[in-house]
């Protein structure tokens, strides 16, 4: 059981999702893009960089700064805690494209503070749009070994307002997320998901895709 049941499927996903929003009518080419959760960038930032207008990439850990810088020399590279700068408000680029690969379960910043998935976050992304935005993140609908998290439950019952988070529907998910960018002012033109990874066959993370209009 556990990790070697999943099946990842990160590249596929991503060229699925970027093929869907493409018959949407997005031109990734005129697009100023933003990742705030970078690493390495090795996994999709890397597809991405292929085809946006401009990239910038933030990362919390001063570890892959040169790993950053060598794997996307054309791209701004800003070793900053993504979460405290979007709350401070504090020097955010107006951007067409967000992109939010953000960690599962329950993760530190460097002051200890705790965090969880984009729960932190996502309500801010207003701050980054010029009138409209695609927004590409991580959700989590049926996590595994989930009884060994109960912080992680904990967050994610609080966020969701929901009990049963071990597996929510994906009908129930796009409601929520379309309900939570209205009330922030952003209006969904439309949206997409895409599995990104699978535990004993079910589909467990998904690519959320929003493209948003402020209201």
């Known amino acids: ?15 699925e999702l970027i093929f869907q929003l ?3 009518g997005i ?4 697009l100023s893009c933003l990742e705030l959760f970078g690493r390495d960038g090795t996994w999709h930032v890397s597809i991405f960089a292929k085809i946006v207008k401009s990239l910038e990439i933030w990362e919390i850990d001063s570890k892959w700064k040169l790993d950053l810088e060598k794997n996307f020399p054309d791209s701004k590279i800003r070793i900053i805690d993504s979460i405290k700068t979007i709350k401070n ?4 680029p107006k951007i067409d494209l967000l992109l939010i690969d953000n960690p599962m379960n329950v993760y530190k910043n460097i002051e200890g503070e705790k965090f969880c998935e984009h729960f932190n976050i996502i309500k801010e992304i207003y701050k ?17 070994d989930y009884n060994k998290y109960p912080e992680w439950k904990k967050f994610r019952d609080n966020f969701y307002k929901n009990s049963k988070t071990d597996e ?10 379309q309900e939570l960018f209205k009330n922030i002012g952003l209006e969904t033109i439309f949206k997409i998901n895409v599995t990104r990874v699978f535990h004993n066959n079910i589909d467990m993370t998904h690519y959320f895709a929003y493209y948003l209009r402020l209201k």
């Not at 031109?27 to 005129?30: I, Q, V």
């Open 27 to 30: 031109d990734f080419k005129k």
């Open 128 to 144: 980054f749009c010029k009138k409209e935005i695609v927004i590409i993140f991580n959700v989590n609908r049926a996590p595994f």
């Open 89 to 92: 408000n504090s020097d955010l």
């Open 1 to 15: 059981m556990g990790i070697n049941n999943l099946e990842t499927r990160w590249e596929k996903a991503t060229n």
């Open 168 to 177: 929510l529907s994906i009908d129930f998910l796009h409601e929520f997320y």
């Open 22 to 24: 493409k018959e949407k």
